[in-house]
């Protein structure tokens, strides 16, 4: 919803845009009289106030598709979900035995996700440590990067050389 009031504003703005600038009519000439480039402005911004309404009517039919497109799973673009379930393959492929102590529950290991203000998706980890590991996830192209947080020894996110692209390990 977001994306579609989105590009709807970007094309009107710019046919709006487009208008304003054509919109200088005998500005160089004397006697109210009109000369060829104005002419051309004229013509140009009429075409364009006519093309632009099919514009903006063309983009809100393509916007809609890309919101089907993307609420119907079909998109490259990765959910939280995915980006979760990613992670906790991650972590289980680094550590074997953490399934099992998951599985067990004697452990406090959870995971939380989330999405930033920056359109990231953000996995926490928390780990049978109480480590902090957060791994920020591009959710168009799968890289990520982590930071971790350990309480009363590190007390604020420190990003670490870790990097992986989480559609590595999605099932």
């Known amino acids: 919803m977001k994306r579609t009031t989105f590009m709807l504003t970007l094309a009107f703005t710019l046919?709006?845009?487009?208008?304003?600038?054509?919109?200088k009519v005998?500005?160089?000439?004397?006697?109210?009289?009109?000369?060829n480039a104005d002419?051309?402005?004229?013509?140009?911004?009429?075409?364009?106030?006519?093309?632009?309404?099919?514009?903006?009517?063309?983009l809100a039919d393509k916007t809609e598709a890309a919101s089907v497109e993307l609420s119907g799973g079909s998109s490259d673009?990765?959910?939280?979900?995915?980006?979760?379930?990613?992670?906790?393959?991650?972590?289980?492929?680094r550590n074997p035995d953490l399934k099992g102590m998951v599985e067990s529950g004697e452990y406090n290991i959870y995971w939380d996700v989330s999405t930033n203000e920056a359109n990231e998706i953000v996995v926490l980890y928390r780990t049978y440590t109480a480590t902090q590991t957060r791994y920020y996830i591009d959710p168009v192209s799968g890289?990520?990067?982590?930071?971790?947080?350990?309480?009363?020894?590190?007390?604020?996110?420190?990003?670490?050389?870790?990097?992986?692209?989480?559609?590595?390990?999605?099932?």
């Open 77 to 93: 673009t990765l959910t939280e979900k995915q980006a979760l379930d990613a992670i906790k393959n991650y972590c289980f492929s």
């Open 26 to 35: 005998g500005s160089g000439s004397q006697n109210g009289t009109i000369n």
């Open 39 to 58: 002419t051309s402005a004229l013509t140009t911004a009429s075409v364009s106030s006519e093309s632009a309404s099919t514009i903006v009517a063309t």
């Open 143 to 171: 890289e990520t990067y982590v930071t971790e947080l350990v309480p009363g020894i590190i007390d604020e996110e420190q990003r670490t050389e870790e990097k992986l692209n989480v559609r590595d390990y999605l099932s």
């Open 15 to 23: 046919a709006v845009c487009s208008l304003t600038g054509c919109g």
